[in-house]
T-cell receptor, first 114, second 114 residues
Framework: KNQVEQSPQSLIILEGKNCTLQ??????????LRWYKQDTGRGPVSLTI?????NTKSNRRYTATLDADTKQSSLHITASQLSDSASYIC?????????????FGRGTQLTVWP | EADIYQTPRYLVIGTGKKITLECSQT?????MYWYQQDPGMELHLIHY???????EKGDLSSESTVSRIRTEHFPLTLESARPSHTSQYLC?????????????FGSGTQLSVL
């Protein structure tokens, strides 16, 4: 069964600290994996995409990794800010340029305290 | 900032009422989607469209219906709302890339049926 599991379910950190969010998936065949950020009361916004051949990708203070062999991805947030408080959702696609099936994780709710 | 708009943002109605949730995008995307999201849960696809006059049911059984008469407009209608329909409804459109679809979400409609 194709699934996407995220951990932890929720996380509280102090401003300025780093954190790492995990995403494990069983989706096959794998096409790509996206991390989305969803602020409270808003729709998700794409942060980064990881394809099969990519191991690491950075976008400002966000660094995503992908291990296609173990089917794991992580999102590392450096020097957290209050505005990082949001739900981070991992989405895995099982196909490429055609409209493939998307599998959503339940998200990790990150809270950054001052 | 995605150019996709949903109205209303919040809606509280009584059981049995007919409602239409509006969604419009100005990006010229052919593909549009409706997702349902409950707190702490993953997004579930309830309807999608590949283009004008094309609509399909998604993975989650829904009593709602959709229409796609114009590229930019993808409204969702509930003929007779029930308390079980209480949820957040997210509209999205997508841009095809070499690595798969990138979703752009609206801010959502929070529906409460009393």
């Amino acid at each position: 069964k194709n699934q996407v599991e995220q951990s932890p379910q929720s996380l509280i950190i102090l401003e300025g600290k780093n954190c790492t969010l995990q995403c494990n998936y069983t989706v096959s065949p794998f096409s790509n994996l996206r991390w989305y950020k969803q602020d409270t009361g808003r729709g998700p916004v794409s942060l980064t995409i990881m394809t099969f051949s990519e191991n690491t990708k950075s976008n400002r203070r966000y660094t995503a990794t992908l291990d296609a062999d173990t089917k794991q991805s992580s999102l590392h947030i450096t020097a957290s800010q209050l505005s990082d408080s949001a739900s981070y959702i991992c989405v895995v696609s099982d196909r490429g340029s055609t409209l493939g099936r998307l599998y959503f994780g339940r998200g990790t709710q990150l809270t950054v305290w001052p | 900032e995605a150019d996709i708009y949903q109205t209303p943002r919040y809606l509280v109605i009584g059981t049995g009422k007919k409602i239409t949730l509006e969604c419009s995008q100005t990006m010229g995307h052919d593909k549009m989607y409706w997702y349902q999201q409950d707190p702490g849960m993953e997004l579930h696809l309830i309807h999608y469209s590949y283009g004008v006059n094309s609509t399909e049911k998604g993975d989650l059984s829904s009593e709602s219906t959709v229409s796609r008469i114009r590229t930019e407009h993808f409204p969702l209608t509930l003929e007779s709302a029930r308390p079980s329909h209480t949820s957040q409804y997210l509209c999205a459109s997508s841009q095809g890339t070499a690595f798969g679809e990138k979703l752009f979400f609206g801010s959502g409609t929070q529906l409460s049926v009393l």
